[in-house]
């Protein structure tokens, strides 16, 4: 039986378009899977497009450390690549500079954890609030997109001492759970206390002063005190005229005496 001189040439032109189409599928977009592993330690924006000039289609970032599945890619106008992905539902685009292609979380030495139950106030340093993580130290991930405001009152179940050798402990925020520094933390409310506004008191009418004009002070009046003996020629004239008025009477009396001893002895 003779072959037909066109099969070969067949065969090899289908081998061709074979290897032609897996070259491209590879270009085109291969499947791999990356690690979320952002610089700022919040996670990865993913957006409609492939660059920062495309809007995000998804509040909030995709966690640290998430592994995603790449279908393709693209280089942005900066001359970033960026990777074609899908999270919880969505899909979009994430910059790969923001990746790896290895899970980057770091390697944990076995912690002590400690049964707590407890209850705590945030009193972070910064005023901001205190991040909620995924294991107990800076090291790990945040499982809160937004820390867990000042002053909130926190139920602690576990602690467990970091790398750092700072306290942490587990707790509950918002259906979210986690670890936070307990260094940033208070037993004690440590709300500000409101100050109890001031008491203006009314003002006092001023005392209406009579209209009545002032009478002036009357000075007391001046009683002279009267004069005494020897004070003035008066008082000398009152006792002579006396002393004269009683030798008088006595010259009278002298002389009655005489006047009827002589008429005796006549």
């Not at 539902?89 to 979380?105: A, F, H, K, M, N």
């Not at 076995?110 to 972070?124: C, F, G, K, M, S």
């Not at 001023?206 to 008066?234: I, L, M, W």
């Amino acid at each position: 039986m003779k072959h037909s001189p066109l099969l070969p040439r067949v065969l090899s032109l289908a081998l061709c378009l074979v290897l032609l189409t897996g070259l491209l599928a590879i270009q085109a977009g291969a499947s791999y899977t990356i690690y979320v592993n952002a610089k700022d330690g919040v996670g990865l924006n993913l957006r409609s497009g492939p660059g920062t000039e495309y809007s995000k289609v998804r509040s909030n970032p995709i966690p640290m450390y998430t592994a995603l599945t790449i279908s393709q890619t693209e280089t942005s106008a900066a001359g970033n690549s960026w990777g074609y992905t899908s999270y919880g539902g969505t899909s979009g685009w994430v910059c790969l500079v923001e990746t790896t292609t290895y899970d980057p979380r770091p390697s944990q030495s076995p912690t002590a954890y400690t049964a707590a139950d407890y209850h705590i106030y945030v009193n972070a340093k910064d005023g901001l609030g205190l991040n909620l993580r995924s294991g107990p130290g800076t090291e790990y991930s945040k499982v809160r997109f937004n820390p867990v405001p000042m002053y909130t009152r926190l139920h602690i179940v576990q602690t467990a001492y970091s790398q750092a050798n700072l306290l942490w402990g587990y707790t509950s925020y918002d259906g979210v759970s986690g670890w936070v520094c307990l260094v940033e933390t208070t037993t004690y409310d440590p709300t500000p206390q409101q100050a109890a506004p001031a008491v203006i008191e009314p003002e006092t009418p001023p005392v209406q002063e009579d209209a009545a004009p002032a009478v002036p002070d009357q000075a007391a009046p001046t009683v002279e005190p009267a004069p005494t003996a020897g004070e003035d020629g008066s008082a000398l004239t009152t006792m002579a005229l006396g002393i004269i008025i009683g030798l008088l009477a006595a010259i009278l009396i002298l002389l009655v005496v005489l006047a009827t001893r002589k008429k005796k002895n006549n």
